[in-house]
Nanobody
Framework: VQLVESGGGLVQPGGSLRLSCAAS????????MAWYRQAPGKQRELVAI???????TYADSAKGRFTISRDNAKSTVYLQMNNLKPEDTAVYYC???????WGQGTQVTVSS
C-alpha cells in the first residue's frame, strides 16, 4: 500500500485547507479510509473516517468544520478543513484503518 498525502501548508486562523491522499496498492473502492493527525508532543489521533459506501464519522474536534470525502475513480480521499484553529496544527496522515504503515503525512500549521 502506498499513501501520498498533500495539500498542507501555513494558514491563518479561520482559514481553510483541502488535503488529498492518493492511495495505490489496494482495492480503494472497497476500503474504508481515514485521516489521522499528530500534533507536536501528542499522540496520533483519528480525525475522520469514510466507509466504502460513503458513511462518515468525525472526531468531536472535527465535527462541523471538517469534511471527509472520496473519489473512487481517482483512488483519492480528501479532507476539507474550514475554520481552522491553532490547535489543528499537526501532521496529517491518511490510511485504511486496518493498515499498519503510515505515509509521510502533510504538515498543517495554523498561525497568524
Amino acid at each position: 500500500v502506498q499513501l501520498v498525502e498533500s495539500g498542507g501548508g501555513l494558514v491563518q486562523p479561520g482559514g481553510s485547507l483541502r488535503l488529498s491522499c492518493a492511495a495505490s496498492g489496494i482495492s480503494f473502492s472497497v476500503n474504508a479510509m481515514a485521516w489521522y493527525r499528530q500534533a507536536p508532543g501528542k499522540q496520533r489521533e483519528l480525525v475522520a473516517i469514510i466507509s466504502s459506501g460513503g458513511s462518515t464519522t468525525y472526531a468531536d474536534s472535527a465535527k462541523g468544520r471538517f469534511t471527509i470525502s472520496r473519489d473512487n475513480a481517482k483512488s483519492t480521499v480528501y479532507l476539507q478543513m474550514n475554520n481552522l484553529k491553532p490547535e489543528d496544527t499537526a501532521v496529517y496522515y491518511c490510511k485504511p484503518p486496518w493498515h499498519d504503515d503510515w505515509g509521510q503525512g502533510t504538515q498543517v500549521t495554523v498561525s497568524s
